[in-house]
């Protein structure tokens, strides 16, 4: 069974960073596409970045394309998603996800962690 466990939320002052990380087990990382999804109460849940299990292949979501950035570590069994120049906007839970396939942007994922919250302060 897949366990996702994310870490690195947080509370932040607008145009600081944060980095998010996601440790995987269960099954062998490098069969799964890992996401960064995030989530306001009240609005869908929105995609913001991933990797391929294919190395090298990553996606970014317009919304933040320049400030975040994903990467995985395939030994450790990690993704993370660096956030810099954060604002008020980019408060949300933030989610990992994982599915044994190419990446989408979609909610079409097979396992989720619980998240971990991120707040920008004005």
């Known amino acids: 069974q897949v366990q996702l466990v994310e870490s690195g939320g947080g509370l932040v002052q607008a145009g ?30 929105e995609f913001v970045a991933g990797s391929s299990k294919t190395i090298g292949t990553t996606y970014i979501a317009d919304s933040v394309k320049g400030r975040f950035t ?35 942007v979609s909610n079409q994922y097979d396992y989720w962690g619980q998240g971990t919250q991120v707040t920008v302060s004005s």
């Open 16 to 45: 600081g960073s944060l980095k998010l990380s996601c440790k995987q087990s269960g099954i062998a990382f490098s069969t799964l596409s890992m996401a960064w999804f995030r989530q306001v109460p009240g609005r869908e849940r």
């Open 70 to 104: 994903v990467s995985r570590d395939n030994a450790k069994n990690t993704v993370d998603l660096q956030m810099n120049n954060l604002t008020p906007e980019d408060t949300a839970r933030y989610y990992c996800a994982a599915r044994e396939g190419y990446l989408a």
